[in-house]
């Protein structure tokens, strides 16, 4: 099947830092693009999967599963670590889990971490009938472009497989089991007014890592997907401002890249 328009992954070779980006679960890079190519302007190497069953139909999804989608983002993250000196690892919702899941694992090879409305748990009764409803019905409504600016869309599906929503509770329950692995420097930058993963999600994540240095920003003009929302200028800088602080030579980087 053809990629949907926007939906392509996203590639710069940059300089010695690198940045892996993991969009969310239904979503695809479009959600990210900004942000990837906001870094990218700045000297950074930047690295944005598409992740499998994504970006195309949604009937696609429905024969992946969260091993996939880890598989897919733990390669990217594993070409990055070849070329550059320092790498970080950030997300959006169910990337957000992704990224923390590389960081539980591949340690002190992560620099830090940034998440945007990162996903820990599929909340309400609907998640205990996944197990049968899933192979009674295919699939149920989208969760696409939860967005409060204006005009604002996400490249998403119009519908969620029951299949991959399944594997998804799966993997979170898995992952929140692993939480206290993570112990790099975590950004934290979640919406108040968020109709698809509630705040407290993002607490349990605060809760339950391991990580000394963290930073909770609130984003207070955006719904779920803030990377194309209102506070979207606010998550770039934060988040390059984080990973200067970490990896001092990408100011240098930047500059080199702009003169």
Not at 57 to 75: C, I, K, L, N
Not at 129 to 153: C, F, M, N, Q
Not at 199 to 208: E, H, I, K, T, Y
Request: with cysteine; proline share 7%.
């Amino acid at each position: 099947m053809p990629v949907l328009p926007g939906a392509e992954p996203f590639r710069h070779d940059g300089g010695e830092v690198g940045v892996l980006l993991c969009h969310g679960f239904t979503g695809s890079p479009q959600s990210l693009r900004p942000w990837a190519e906001y870094l990218a302007e700045r000297g950074l190497t930047v690295s944005l999967p598409l992740l499998p069953g994504h970006g195309t139909r949604w009937e696609d999804m429905q024969v992946t599963g969260w091993q996939d989608w880890y598989a897919e983002v733990d390669r990217a993250l594993r070409t990055l670590r070849d070329r550059c000196a320092r790498v970080f690892v950030a997300g959006l919702s169910m990337g957000g889990a992704l990224a923390l899941r590389l960081a539980a694992k591949h340690g002190d090879a992560i620099s830090g971490v940034i998440v945007v409305n990162p996903a820990n748990k599929m909340h309400g009764l609907a998640p205990y009938a996944l197990p049968v409803a899933r192979h009674l019905v295919p699939s149920t409504k989208g969760i696409a472009s939860d967005i409060a600016k204006g005009g604002g869309e996400e490249v998403g599906y119009d519908r969620v497989p029951l299949h991959a929503a399944h594997s998804l509770r799966n993997f979170l329950r898995r992952l929140d089991g692993e939480l206290p692995q993570v112990t790099q420097p975590l950004l934290l930058l979640r919406s108040p007014q968020d109709h698809v993963v509630p705040p407290a999600d993002s607490a349990r994540v605060l809760g339950r890592v391991s990580s000394v240095d963290v930073t909770e920003i609130l984003l207070e003009q955006s719904y779920h997907v803030a990377t194309l929302d209102h506070d979207a200028d606010r998550i770039f800088e934060e988040s390059h401002t984080f990973i200067g602080r970490l990896a001092p030579s990408v100011g240098k980087e930047g500059t080199a890249a702009g003169g």
